[in-house]
């Protein structure tokens, strides 16, 4: 909780890699920018091409990110492939709360689940499902991010992770993404209590 009093509030999208979460997380933190914070996470993976190191993630060593894991930095982390790991800092929750904002998340299933355990009430963990999982196999191959190999991980993944389903508060179909974003916006207008801002 912020000096002011501010009762901060945090939403969770997870959802299986491809899934569109990423665009539909973008979408709200630029519709209602002043009201709430995206929470980078640590990773040890290699940094892609048109990413930002300190804004889509924290880039750490594996020696660094084990540094921060022994002195209890993690509000959660998780090995989400092998030797690449992904974690909340407790650090970045208090930031973004001391700003006076809510906290949104793009995290995978298990971090998700966690997270939701801790905060309850205070969060709200949101699925975003594909409309099937062919769709999220092309979906992932169209984004040419991956070599054959981590393809093939991350297909592996995303079949268990579409069993998580029933754990989350809300699931939401990214079918059509514009009307995806909008449940979105109408899930989190209601649940921080919060409306669009001016443009
Ligand atoms: P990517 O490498 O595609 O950026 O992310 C891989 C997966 O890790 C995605 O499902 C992403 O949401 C998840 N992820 C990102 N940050 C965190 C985090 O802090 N904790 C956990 N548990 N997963 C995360």
């Given at each position: 909780m912020s000096a002011r009093g501010f009762k901060g509030k945090m939403v969770i999208f997870?959802?299986?890699?491809?899934a569109g979460k990423t665009t539909i997380v973008r979408h709200?933190?630029?519709?209602?920018?002043?009201q709430i914070g995206f929470s980078t996470s640590a990773t040890t993976r290699v940094m892609r091409d048109h990413e930002i190191d300190g804004k889509d993630y924290y880039f750490l060593t594996a020696e660094k990110f084990r540094q921060k894991i022994s002195e209890g930095a993690?509000?959660?982390?998780?090995e989400v492939y092998q030797d690449q790991f992904y974690g909340t800092l407790k650090s970045e929750i208090e930031r973004i709360?001391?700003?006076?904002k809510?906290?949104?998340f793009d995290m995978e299933v298990k971090g998700a689940t966690n997270i939701k355990n801790m905060y309850a009430d205070d969060c709200?963990?949101?699925?975003?499902?594909?409309p099937s999982f062919s769709i999220l196999v092309e979906r992932l191959k169209n984004r040419k991010s991956?070599?054959?190999s981590s393809l093939t991980k991350r297909i592996a993944r995303m079949k268990k992770e579409l069993s998580y389903e029933s754990s989350f508060d809300k699931v939401l179909v990214n079918d059509l993404l514009a009307v995806a974003c909008k449940e979105a916006e109408i899930m989190i207008e209601l649940f921080l209590n919060i409306s669009e801002e001016e443009e």
């Open positions: 997870t959802a299986p890699s491809g709200l933190l630029k519709r209602y920018k002043n993690f509000a959660e982390y998780e709360w001391s700003l006076g809510h906290i949104i709200l963990a949101v699925f975003i499902k594909p991956e070599t054959q």
